[in-house]
Every structure is written in C-alpha cells, then in structure tokens.
C-alpha cells in the first residue's frame, strides 16, 4: 500500500496517509471526507547522498545538456 500526501478543503490541514485500493480518505483533524491528493516528490538514498528532485533535473532536456545547446 502506497503512502499519499494529502490536504484538508475544509480546515487546510496537510497530512499522509497509507491507503489501499478504493480506501476513501477523511480529515484526523476535522473527519471531513473533502481531501485532495497532493502531488509529492521522491527521495532516494543511496551510498550516503540523498538524491531529490534538484539532483533529478541535472541531467537530460533542453538547457539540461542533454540536447547539446551548451
């Protein structure tokens, strides 16, 4: 089961959540069912770095290096 961010239309509280298949999702803090998923970004750690999304766009695309702009 997937971990989701997710934030409260009614209070505007952000929280996680571990959610199953067609699992509905409520508000801890004020049980309201009006939930957004957020969009969240990944963290992997290896050997001792720890890679987000800045280590992600170095490489590849336009301005990138990719495409031999520079």
Do not use: D
């Amino acid at each position: 089961m997937p971990i989701y961010e997710y934030s409260c239309r009614e209070c505007g509280v952000e929280f996680e959540k571990l959610v199953g298949l067609n699992q509905s999702v409520m508000c801890p803090s004020c049980e309201s069912a009006r939930v957004m998923r957020r969009i969240s970004l990944v963290g992997v750690k290896t050997g001792g770095q720890s890679l987000g999304a800045p280590a992600m766009s170095q490489g590849g695309g336009c301005c990138g290096g990719g495409c031999g702009c520079h």
